[in-house]
C-alpha cells in the first residue's frame, strides 16, 4: 500500500500497488511515480489506482527525487541515480553516485543532494540534465539528508560521529556553517517549516531531538 497524507487536514488517500513499494513521489501531473524493491517505477493514477505506466530496468527503485519535470531514482544496490522519462516510459542517462550511496533530498534550485555513506560526501545533481554538479567530503558516514529553505542550508547527519552539520552550497562549493552534536546514530531529519528548528531521530531507541538554530 502506498499512502499520501494531507498535513492540513490529516486526510488520508491509499493505493494498493501489486509490488514491494520502497518509495513514492507526487509528479507535477499529480500522479504518483512509486519505487519498487525489483527495480521498477510505477506511474500510478491515485484517484483509480491504475497503474498507467511501468517503467523497468534498475535493481532496486530505493527512492525518488522529483523536480519540475523531471524525475530521477536512487538505486542503492548499484549505487546509482538514474534520470526516468515518465513521458516516454523509459529510463535515460544514468551516473555512479560514490561508493555506497544511501539518501537524497531536493532543493528549491532543482538540485538532488545525495548521501555517499561509504564514500563519506555529499553529492549535489541536477536532473533535467543529469550532471554531478558538486562533491564534497563531510565525515563519517554521512547518512540524513533534508534542505533548510528559510536559511539555504543543507543538512546532513553524521552517523559515524553523532553529528549535523549543515552546509552553504551558494558558491559552488559545500562550506560548513554549523555542526552540532546529536543523538546516537542520528537517521532521519527534518526541518520545522514553522521556526526551522532541526529535528533529528535516532535509529537506536534515543528519541528524537529538537535544535533550535538561530541565525
Known amino acids: 500500500v502506498v499512502a499520501?497524507?494531507?498535513?492540513?487536514?490529516?486526510?488520508?488517500?491509499?493505493?494498493?500497488?501489486?509490488?514491494?513499494?520502497?518509495?513514492?513521489?507526487?509528479l507535477s501531473d499529480g500522479r504518483w511515480a512509486v519505487g519498487t524493491?525489483?527495480?521498477?517505477?510505477?506511474?500510478?493514477?491515485?484517484?483509480?489506482?491504475?497503474?498507467?505506466?511501468?517503467i523497468s530496468g534498475l535493481a532496486s527503485t530505493d527512492?525518488?527525487?522529483?523536480?519540475?519535470?523531471?524525475?530521477?531514482?536512487?538505486?542503492?544496490r548499484q549505487t546509482s541515480i538514474t534520470s526516468?522519462?515518465?513521458?516516454?516510459?523509459?529510463?535515460?542517462?544514468?551516473?555512479?553516485?560514490?561508493?555506497?550511496?544511501?539518501q537524497l533530498a531536493t532543493d528549491p534550485y532543482g538540485r538532488v543532494l545525495v548521501t555517499d555513506t561509504t564514500g563519506e560526501e555529499l553529492l549535489v545533481y541536477t536532473i533535467d540534465s543529469l550532471i554531478l554538479r558538486q562533491r564534497y567530503p563531510v565525515g563519517p558516514a554521512p547518512y540524513a539528508v533534508t534542505?533548510?529553505?528559510?536559511r539555504d542550508l543543507v543538512w546532513v547527519t553524521l552517523t559515524g560521529s553523532n553529528e549535523v552539520v549543515g552546509y552553504d552550497l551558494s558558491t559552488g562549493t559545500a562550506e560548513e556553517r554549523h555542526r552540532f552534536a546529536t543523538v546516537r546514530q542520528p537517521n532521519s531529519v527534518a526541518v520545522d517549516p514553522a521556526d526551522g528548528t532541526l529535528v533529528i531521530a535516532s535509529a537506536?531507541?534515543?528519541?528524537?531531538?529538537?535544535?533550535?538554530?538561530e541565525g
Open 4 to 26: 499520501q497524507v494531507d498535513t492540513a487536514d490529516g486526510a488520508v488517500t491509499e493505493v494498493s500497488v501489486d509490488a514491494d513499494a520502497l518509495s513514492a513521489a507526487v
Open 63 to 76: 527512492l525518488l527525487a522529483v523536480s519540475g519535470d523531471s524525475v530521477a531514482a536512487l538505486d542503492r
Open 84 to 102: 526516468v522519462d515518465i513521458e516516454d516510459a523509459h529510463l535515460g542517462a544514468a551516473l555512479r553516485a560514490g561508493r555506497g550511496a544511501t
Open 147 to 150: 534542505y533548510d529553505e528559510q
Open 204 to 213: 537506536t531507541g534515543d528519541g528524537l531531538q529538537r535544535i533550535p538554530i
Open 37 to 54: 524493491a525489483d527495480g521498477r517505477v510505477l506511474v500510478v493514477a491515485p484517484d483509480t489506482g491504475e497503474v498507467d505506466e511501468t
